[in-house]
């Protein structure tokens, strides 16, 4: 059963920048698709960027050129690096895992409980 754990979340101003971190355990990185989500209150669910085991990368439009998805193989970790944040980057940040990458058609197997991020103006 794979395990995930989000850390890093917290309040920034905007133009900020965060580093996300998730910690998998019960399986190795390197086996599944990794993601990260977000959902902000009264939205959907939404994918934000993703890694593929052939390590493909997949943004969303709205944090390209802003955000970028790494994963340490060694120490089963994902990473979200978060540049020029914006208030509306605000919501609550989730890694998951396995079929991560096909969103929205496809959801994810895998889930952690999330890390909240609030951008201030």
């Known amino acids: 059963q794979a395990h995930l754990v989000e850390s890093g979340g917290g309040s920034v101003q905007a133009g900020g920048s965060l580093r996300l971190s998730c910690a998998a355990s019960?399986?190795?990185?390197?086996?599944?698709?990794m993601a990260w989500f977000r959902q902000a209150p009264g939205k959907d669910r939404e994918g934000v960027a993703c890694i593929r085991t052939d390590a493909t990368i997949r943004y969303a439009d709205s944090v390209k050129g802003r955000f970028i998805i790494s994963k340490d193989n060694a120490k089963d970790t994902l990473y979200l690096q978060m540049n020029s944040l914006k208030p509306e980057d605000t919501a609550m940040y989730y890694c998951?895992?396995?079929?991560?990458?096909?969103?929205?058609?496809?959801?994810?197997?895998?889930w952690g409980q999330g890390t909240q991020v609030t951008v201030s103006s």
């Open positions: 019960g399986y190795s990185v390197s086996s599944y698709s």
């Open positions: 998951a895992a396995r079929a991560a990458c096909d969103w929205p058609t496809v959801q994810p197997n895998y």
